[in-house]
């Protein structure tokens, strides 16, 4: 079985004018966490303090996926650096509150990172 277009789990990182963001898209689960985890830890260590995750295109995500956003917060909090969760697709939001990490999480629902005037 192939995976899917949507299933395939990317991330792409942006400056923004509060930092870097990434955007990841895809299927967020065991074989896809190894990959968001390495792209925040990248992240949490350039630029501004805070790092944003922007999860709009994540179109699932099961345990190992709230693993490594979990694992990610408490690396940035280590550092003294925040980690803010942007635009959670439908599955993660509903994921977050069932678990209660929305509770950890500083979370956007609506709005998108705002790029970098010099990113291009």
């Known amino acids: ?8 789990f ?3 990182v942006k400056a923004t004018t509060t930092g870097p963001a990434i955007e990841a898209t895809g299927e967020l689960d065991l074989d896809a966490a ?3 985890h390495a792209a ?3 992240a949490l260590m350039t ?5 944003i995750l922007d999860l ?9 996926g ?3 956003l979990l694992l990610a917060r408490m690396a940035a909090e280590r550092a003294g650096r925040t980690l803010h969760l942007a635009r959670p697709s439908h599955a993660v939001a509903r994921l977050l509150k069932i678990t209660g990490a929305d509770k950890v999480f500083p979370v956007d629902l609506d709005r998108a ?3 970098h005037p010099r990113a291009g």
Not at 1 to 8: F, K, L, R
Not at 47 to 51: D, E, L, N, R, V
Not at 56 to 64: K, P, R
């Open 1 to 8: 079985m192939h995976p899917t277009p949507e299933s395939v």
């Open 10 to 12: 990317t991330t792409t």
């Open 34 to 36: 190894p990959i968001l």
């Open 40 to 42: 925040l830890r990248r």
């Open 47 to 51: 630029g501004p303090p805070g790092t």
């Open 56 to 64: 709009a295109g994540v179109t699932f995500c099961d345990s190992s």
């Open 66 to 68: 709230l693993n490594a």
């Open 113 to 115: 990172p705002v790029p």
